[in-house]
C-alpha cells in the first residue's frame, strides 16, 4: 500500500519560501503513468490544486501560483518537495501531498497546516 507522509515546518514569516517534502514508501515515485501532486486548502475554502510532478520528472503547476511555485524530486530518498516562494498570509492552509495513476489509485497524505505569520 503507498503511503505519503508530508513534512516542514508549520509557520514561515511572510515574503519567505514555504518548503514542505512528501516521503512516498510502498511505491517508488518514478513508477510509469503516477503522477505526484501538492493540493492546499486554505482555512474555510475548497481544495486548490498546486501543482505536480510526473514519473518521468516533469513539472506542471497552476497558473494562479506558477510565478512562485517548484515541485522537485529526490528519486534515491523517494521524495518531491515544493518550494513556495514569497509566501504571504493568503498561503496559510493545510498543504497535502498526493499520488495518482491513470489506473485510479489515488493516494493521499494526512496533510500539514502551514500559517503564514509574522
Known amino acids: 500500500q503507498v503511503q505519503l507522509q508530508e513534512s516542514g515546518p508549520g509557520l514561515v514569516k511572510p515574503s519567505q519560501t514555504l518548503s514542505l517534502t512528501c516521503t512516498v514508501s510502498g511505491g517508488s515515485i518514478t513508477t510509469s503513468y503516477y503522477a505526484w501532486s501538492w493540493i492546499r486548502q486554505p482555512p474555510g475554502r475548497g481544495l486548490e490544486w498546486v501543482g505536480v510532478?510526473?514519473?518521468?520528472?516533469?513539472?506542471y503547476y497552476s497558473p494562479s501560483l506558477k510565478s512562485r511555485t517548484s515541485i522537485s524530486r529526490d528519486t534515491f530518498k523517494n521524495q518531491f518537495s515544493l518550494q513556495l516562494r514569497s509566501v504571504t498570509p493568503e498561503d496559510t492552509a493545510v498543504y497535502y501531498c498526493?499520488?495518482?495513476?491513470?489506473?485510479?489509485?489515488?493516494?493521499w497524505g494526512q496533510g500539514t497546516q502551514v500559517t503564514v505569520s509574522s
Open positions: 510532478i510526473i514519473y518521468d520528472g516533469s513539472a
Open positions: 498526493a499520488g495518482h495513476s491513470e489506473l485510479g489509485d489515488d493516494y
